[in-house]
């Protein structure tokens, strides 16, 4: 079991940045990889980014390439999402999520996370 507790979301304008914030507790951080995915309105949920256990390999949504940038803090039990550039089309509900896992990957498939937080609204102004 584990708890993931989100924040940082909020109102920007086209061209600005955020900051997305994810503290885990309940189970070592360090046995989880990590994946935030969002939810636009009307959309499906589409996985954005992932990062493995120990940060040895991330994976980014091409929508996102060179915009996004997902990192963890060990000695903080958290993950961020640094999100620069902001489109409108970025406006969405923002999820992280957790997957249990022995090795160093970084999965983008949603069912193989079991654990999500509450969503935080992420809204860029065009």
């Known amino acids: 079991q584990v708890q993931l507790v989100e924040s940082g979301g909020g109102s920007v304008q086209a061209g600005g940045s955020l900051r997305l914030s994810c503290a885990v507790s309940?189970?070592?951080?360090?046995?989880?990889?990590m994946g935030w995915f969002r939810q636009a309105p009307g959309k499906e949920r589409e996985f954005v980014v992932s990062i493995s256990r120990n940060g040895g390999s991330t994976y980014y949504v091409d929508s996102v390439k060179g915009r996004f940038a997902i990192s963890r803090d060990s000695a903080k039990n958290t993950v961020y999402l640094q999100m620069n550039s902001l489109k409108a089309e970025d406006t969405a509900v923002y999820y992280c999520?957790?997957?249990?896992?022995?090795?160093?990957?970084?999965?983008?498939?949603?069912?193989?996370?079991?654990?999500w937080g509450q969503g935080t609204q992420v809204t860029v102004s065009s």
């Open positions: 999520a957790a997957r249990r896992s022995r090795f160093e990957e970084a999965p983008r498939e949603q069912y193989l996370y079991t654990d």
């Open positions: 309940g189970s070592p951080f360090s046995n989880y990889a």
